[in-house]
């Protein structure tokens, strides 16, 4: 696709329910990025694929939260158990060496 | 690891007026970044850069590579109202992978 496309754009869900958030990334871009932003603060950086493997998955939170990237394209963010702390944005973006990084627009989590 | 300083954390000035802020590393980067967000979206990239030295130019926006590799600058003239919002850096560096880290972002507000 042109740009990179995060679904869905709003969840509610919840506390202590399963959620999947999917990004698809810009076509032909082998790294790809999930960040976390709570309301009014910097990003969060939560996990980072090249390709289909995670050289650095430090940012996960915790156990519950889990990522996988499949075809060098698609990537699913879960999130298990959800937490009221669990909601904020979660963005996905994606680059290839030496080019720019693009960011999508978003899923806006919100754990009642 | 490798981390991104960003200053200054927010701002406030007067419609009009010029405004600059910065990102240093603690690593050589290969490519800045910068980024701006508005409320409710996701991070628009302004400018990138990939040489050191390199000033380029975006409208009212300017930045700079620095030659040391080790920080880059964001300046924008005449600054009006739709200039709000959260400005971020971004760097990536030559370590075998295409990772990008970010700053922690600008808050710039602008008074009318």
């Known amino acids: 696709g042109a740009g990179v496309s995060q679904s869905p754009s709003n969840k509610v869900t919840e506390k202590g329910k399963d959620v999947e958030l999917r990004c698809d990334p810009i076509s032909g871009h082998t790294a790809l990025y999930w960040y976390r932003q709570r309301l009014g603060q910097g990003l969060e950086f939560l996990i980072y694929?090249?390709?289909?493997?995670?050289?650095?998955k430090s940012g996960l939170p915790s156990d519950r939260f889990s990522a996988e990237r499949t075809g060098e394209s698609v990537s699913t963010l879960t999130i298990q158990r959800t937490q009221q702390e669990d909601s904020a944005v979660y963005l996905c973006a994606s680059s290839s060496y030496l080019e720019s990084s693009y960011f999508g627009a978003g899923t806006r989590l919100s754990v009642l | 690891g490798q981390q991104l300083n960003q200053s200054p954390q927010s701002m406030f000035i007067q419609e009009g007026e010029d405004v600059s802020m910065n990102c240093t590393s603690s690593s050589i980067f290969n490519t800045w970044l910068w980024y701006k967000q508005d409320p409710g979206e996701g991070p628009v990239l302004l400018i990138a850069?990939?040489?050191?030295?390199e000033l380029t130019s975006n409208g009212r926006l300017t930045a700079q590579f620095g030659i040391t590799r080790k920080d880059s600058f964001l300046n924008i003239s005449a600054s009006i109202p739709s200039d709000v919002g959260i400005y971020f850096c971004a760097g990536q560096w030559n370590s075998g992978t295409y990772k990008y880290i970010f700053g922690t972002g600008t808050r710039l507000k602008v008074l009318a």
């Open positions: 694929f090249q390709g289909n493997s995670a050289p650095d």
């Open positions: 850069l990939y040489k050191a030295g």
